[in-house]
């Protein structure tokens, strides 16, 4: 019995005619919203105990209510259906009024859709956040997984895109994982901020009904109450920091491709990608491209896009709740579902990647790579960091114009270059540049050891 002709609407009293067919149009925010449901019924059943408990509903009604309120979750679980409703606490209400009559026109007491749809949504974001959160730790660790794998492979390692000096395989793959590792930090203490619980707010000025707020947010699973009723409506700050750890994720995301996909060139050639994670060209049959990868680079520039945005939103808006802030949960819901489909594919990408023994020894055999260690050797001798890098540049100079390379400069021109040289040019190799590099956060065995089992402890196991 819906004692409102279709379309159910939250409010009209006051209005002669429907809106607009336009500005229905452009309001309508359920296409969106709809994902909300679950949480929407949820905090319902939630609140109309609270109501309860606060003498404005009987123990029938409430019962009454919160089987009416299964009965919809029932109904949506068979599949949303394709309502012109305003947004999804209107259809909700709606399904409501069918399921029980009249008395569904309780359940609005004390509650306004500002407080609502912020309680909504911050419930869906833990858990969105819960669930992403696992994501990165998957990807982590199948990053940890082929490092340990490679703990004995060395390749050279670049900066400004010049070979610099060799490093552990290991290391270069966990550089990757601790900025992750970062963004599980970062998505905890957001999400410490989302479980604050907007409920019992109203729609600016708080709830004129004693309700047990407190026991409203451990019954929903909110951390804390709000503690300001126009904050509470009108804080978007959580959407922020929430799509900004997205961006960051993606930008994560989009720097591991562009190392993958440049190591995979055939120029590099020192990795390769699983087939499955590759595509082909309709024109060229040579192609295998990293499509996978190229959109994580390509995705990584929407997310920045939405935290841009998500900001935007929030500046200049006076307190409390606003219309603009109908945008927020598109930019979340975008967000994560960026994440949703990137992390899997990057993380079977990373567990399926091959090294190329070969190609890695050829690049290695550039024994420029061992030029800083060779520095090294002399300021072991007492000789001032300074002095032995101009004399090895020395050598290098010397080297590069009768075109050799430094270790293969003879004897006598390493003598001449430094007295310290004078017994005989030192023996360097990958091997030794490596494991001279033992401190924490070195690229020596024992240092990557170390730092493969701080990963797993991260990962807490
Ligand atoms: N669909 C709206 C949103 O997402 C719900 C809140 C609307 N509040 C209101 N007073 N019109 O923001």
Redesign the pocket.
């Known amino acids: 019995m819906n004692p409102d002709p279709v379309p159910h609407r939250l409010w009209g009293g006051r209005f002669a005619a429907a809106p607009a067919p336009t500005l229905e149009e452009l309001n309508r ?1 359920l296409p969106v ?1 709809i994902r909300l449901w679950r949480e929407d019924v949820e905090a319902s059943r939630a609140w109309a105990r609270a109501l309860a408990g606060a003498g404005v509903l009987t123990a029938d009604e409430v019962q009454r209510l919160d089987a009416g309120l299964a009965a919809v979750a029932a109904r949506l679980e068979g599949g949303a259906p394709d309502a012109a409703d ?2 999804v ?1 209107t259809l909700i209400e709606r399904l409501l009024y069918e399921e029980i009559g009249a008395l569904a026109g309780k359940l609005h007491t004390g509650r ?3 407080d ?2 912020s309680t909504d949504a911050r419930l869906w974001a833990l858990r969105a956040g819960a669930d992403l959160a696992q994501e990165v730790r998957s990807l982590q660790r199948a990053l940890a997984d082929r490092a340990e794998a490679w703990l004995d492979v060395l390749m050279p390692a670049y900066t400004h895109m010049r070979r610099a000096q060799p490093v552990r395989a290991a290391h270069w793959l966990l550089a990757h994982f601790w900025g992750m590792q970062r963004d599980r930090e970062r998505l905890a203490h957001a999400l410490e901020r989302v479980s604050v619980l907007p409920l019992g707010s109203g ?1 600016i000025a708080g709830c004129a009904f004693p309700v047990d707020r407190a026991a409203l947010a451990r019954a929903l699973g909110f951390r804390e109450v709000s503690q300001n009723s126009i904050d509470a409506v009108g804080d978007r700050d959580w959407i922020c920091e929430l799509v900004f750890v997205a961006a960051l994720i993606g930008t994560h995301l989009s720097r591991l491709a562009e190392d993958l996909i440049l190591f995979s060139t055939e120029e590099f050639g020192f990795v390769r990608l699983p087939e499955a994670y590759t595509t082909g060209s309709s024109l060229m049959p040579q192609k295998r491209n990293p499509d996978g990868l190229e959109l994580a680079r390509g995705k990584a520039a929407r997310l920045a896009g939405a935290a841009a945005a998500a900001l935007g939103l929030l500046k200049g808006l006076p307190s409390a ?1 606003q ?1 603009d ?2 945008e ?2 598109a930019l979340l819901f975008e967000s994560f579902d960026a994440l949703a489909l990137l992390l899997p594919a990057t993380r079977e990408t990373v567990a399926g990647l091959e090294l190329d023994p070969e190609t890695l020894r050829r690049a290695l055999a550039d024994d420029s790579l061992l030029a800083t260690e060779a520095a090294d050797v002399l300021v072991r001798a007492g000789v001032p960091f300074r002095e032995a890098h101009g004399a090895i540049g020395a050598l290098l100079r010397r080297a590069e114009s009768e075109g050799t390379s430094l270790l293969e400069l003879p004897e006598s021109v390493w003598a001449e270059a430094h007295p310290a040289f004078a017994a005989g040019k030192p023996r360097l190799s990958p091997e030794t540049a490596v494991e001279a590099r033992s401190v924490t956060g070195g690229t020596a065995r024992a240092a990557v050891v170390r730092q493969l089992e701080a990963a797993r402890a991260a990962l807490g196991r």
């Open positions: 925010s919203d305003e947004d606490h306004s859709r500002n609502q749809v729609a709740y219309k802030l109908q927020d949960k």
